[in-house]
């Protein structure tokens, strides 16, 4: 697997403040090993150490009309919102085609994205056929998502996304307090104010989180009819929540403690090697089907 | 000097054709070579070799906002025109910031083109300015035309730019029985129907050639003159003008005969390979001004 800290395109959204996004990435590289994802099987780079990734990038903006872009579910939520409107700069409009870059850099069929990345697929896709066909070639491979059974884990706001941008997720390096906090602090069922009341768990964030994290389902279950019925308070299902979070981020803790941040930074620098050395091959293919190579 | 021939840039306009784009790349450094311009002395490289170019102008499209590059008056126009309509490519629309890299990617200063590229440096310089001062580092340099003494020469057929894209220019390699024809085809006075009357030398294309390209300019005024007055006909002006340009054809041809295309070839490399390693020099100061210095 591929698996990458994504610093350009972050910078996109964060250009003003590009000292938080490299510090990310370190951040980002930390919470891999935390995850247990190892780092010897698979590749971990660092994006804008990848040359190639600019320069496919940039022949796929060829190939994708501005119309084509502004029609992106993300860049036209953007494009309405107060924080660009026209202002929105080319960087940030153009992110979806960099990103089929991304993907077709290291030929990837299977792409492990929440459901929101689905338009980016599309993208990438309608830029593999046009591609191919038009330089009669099969260097680039279409993609599909490799969704989870959670493809989508709502804010603990209740908001349809958990995103760091937003605020409004529980991170994975945060303490067991922390975690704790936020689940207290979680949208629920606003006309659940006695316990004895029956509750809703449709949109009600703590169940979405039990519903996603729990391993013994047939539990869920049993608490959502208790709570539909009444007689289930929500601080009790959120003690029930943090204990279930905790048996996931206890792992975690401990491999984080363990990561040794020089040999991380190595096993990084590797990948990103390897990395630029496989989407260099590809790059050389998109070019000879272009006729730019030049020898 | 450094001097490129704008494959990658060629391609925003001719991405449907890239087997054109690349032969034109060794007509160019070919016609360069026959103009007398000395590969030993100067930098002559292709620009989809360079591998910082992609990088920067992917950076720089964070600072450029989509409706800057909508109000570029090349893209304006296109956008206006029945080719593209809203099917404007995103590498054409974007063109503008890719050429920010090519000029700051090498520090250049002083940029010797015709007066229709004056959008492009002031372009240039706003994202310099921007990114110098977001940034606070000076790594990037403003840069001016080194205007000609004839800033834009008119098209053969009387439009405002002779222009490879329109067909309506002489070119370099033509024969002497092209460049005659051509210039027995141009625009003069549609007014100036005998010898004996009075003609306009304004927005004569022929008297802009002339002067253009004349090394006697006080002959050229004495011509004005007579044609002004009357008793000068078209075909006479016609055929100084191809003695004139000739004179300037001839040695371009000498040249041109003497060049050895594996030489070129060799020479071509050698510049890119030495563009490659400034343009990397200024991609890593710009990468480390944005943090993204990774070690």
């Known amino acids: ?42 590749c971990i780079f660092i994006q804008s150490m990848i040359r190639a990734l600019p320069e496919i990038g940039m022949y796929y903006m060829n190939f994708v009309t501005l119309s084509r872009v502004e029609r992106n579910p993300t860049v036209k939520t953007e494009l309405q919102s107060k924080k660009f409107a026209r202002d929105i700069p080319c960087g940030f409009v153009c992110y979806p085609i960099f990103q089929a870059a991304d993907i077709t850099a290291f030929q990837a069929t299977d792409i492990p994205v ?23 070639t099969d260097i680039l491979k279409e993609c599909k998502i490799m969704a989870s059974s959670t493809p989508r884990l709502v804010g603990i706001d209740g908001q349809a996304k958990a995103s760091k941008s937003l605020n409004n997720c529980i991170f994975l390096n945060d303490s067991a307090q922390e ?24 949109g009600n964030v703590v169940f979405d989180y ?33 204990a ?48 730019l190579n030049f020898r």
């Not at 606003?190 to 316990?195: D, E, L, V």
């Open 1 to 42: 697997m591929y698996i990458f800290m994504a610093d350009t395109q972050a910078l996109t959204d964060y250009f003003e403040n590009p000292g938080l996004v490299s510090r990310n990435v370190w951040q980002l590289a930390e919470d891999y090993a935390a995850c247990g994802i190892d780092f010897e099987k698979n």
């Open 244 to 291: 279930i979070l905790e048996e996931f981020f206890g792992p975690i803790r401990e491999r984080r403690a363990k990561v040794d941040p020089k040999l991380l930074k190595e096993m990084v620098f590797a990948g990103t090697k390897k990395a630029n050395i496989v989407a260099d091959g590809v790059l050389s293919q998109i070019k000879e089907a272009m006729f």
């Open 114 to 136: 929440g459901e929101d990345q689905l338009p980016m697929l599309e993208q990438t896709n309608e830029i593999v056929r046009k591609f191919n066909s038009m330089y009669n």
């Open 210 to 242: 039990l519903t996603a994290f729990a391993t013994d389902l047939a539990e869920i279950e049993d608490l959502k009819a208790q709570y539909r019925k009444g007689g289930l308070g929500d601080v009790l299902i959120k003690k029930r929540l943090i």
């Open 179 to 202: 975690v704790a906090n936020k689940v207290m602090s979680m949208y629920t069922d606003p006309n659940h104010i006695r316990a004895s009341d029956p509750g809703r768990v449709e």
